[in-house]
C-alpha cells in the first residue's frame, strides 16, 4: 500500500485520486518488459565427462536447434584429453539414425592436455545427444551418458 501511494505521489496525484492513474503510467513506474530477439537461436550447453575413475575425456558444445520441429541445427564445441592416460577422446551424435556420426570427424583428442574441435550439423531431426568416449584402437571405453 505504501507503494502505491508513493508512485502516485511521484506522479503528483493524491491517493485519494487513484482511479485518475491512467494504467500506462503505472506500468511506465515498474519498467520495460524484457525484450527477446526473434533471430537468436534457441540453444543448450552440454558438459559431460567420461565415466572413467578419474575422467579423461571432456565434451563441451552448445546445440542450437531453429524451427518447430522437426529442427534444424548445430553443434559447436571442443573436445579435451585431460589425462595422460594412453586414450585418445572422441565424441559422437545421436539423432535417430542407423548410426551414430562422430562430431570431431576422423581426429581424435591426444595426447594429453590437447583438445579437438566438435561439429556437427542438422536437418529435420527430433531429436539430438552427445556422447563423449576415450578411444584405444579404434574401440570406446567409458563413455558417458547420452546428453
Known amino acids: 500500500m505504501a507503494s ?8 503528483g496525484l493524491a491517493a485519494s485520486s487513484r482511479a485518475a492513474v491512467p494504467a500506462a503510467a ?3 513506474q515498474l519498467g520495460p518488459a524484457p525484450l527477446i530477439d526473434p533471430h537468436v537461436a534457441p540453444s543448450r550447453k552440454v558438459k559431460v565427462r567420461t565415466t572413467d575413475r578419474r575422467p579423461g575425456g571432456l565434451l563441451e558444445v552448445d546445440i542450437s536447434w531453429a524451427g518447430r520441429g522437426p529442427y534444424s541445427g548445430k553443434i559447436y564445441g571442443s573436445v579435451q584429453d585431460l589425462e595422460a592416460d594412453g586414450y585418445c577422446v572422441g565424441a559422437w551424435v545421436f539423432t535417430g539414425a542407423k548410426y551414430d ?9 591426444c595426447p594429453a592436455g590437447s583438445a579437438v574441435p566438435a561439429y556437427y550439423s542438422y536437418k529435420k531431426k527430433w531429436r539430438v545427444l552427445v556422447q563423449v568416449c576415450l578411444v584405444k584402437q579404434n574401440r570406446l571405453y567409458y563413455c558417458s551418458r547420452w546428453s
Open 4 to 11: 502505491a501511494a508513493l508512485l502516485l505521489g511521484s506522479l
Open 101 to 109: 556420426v562422430s562430431i570431431t570427424g576422423a581426429r581424435s583428442a
Open 26 to 28: 503505472a506500468a511506465a
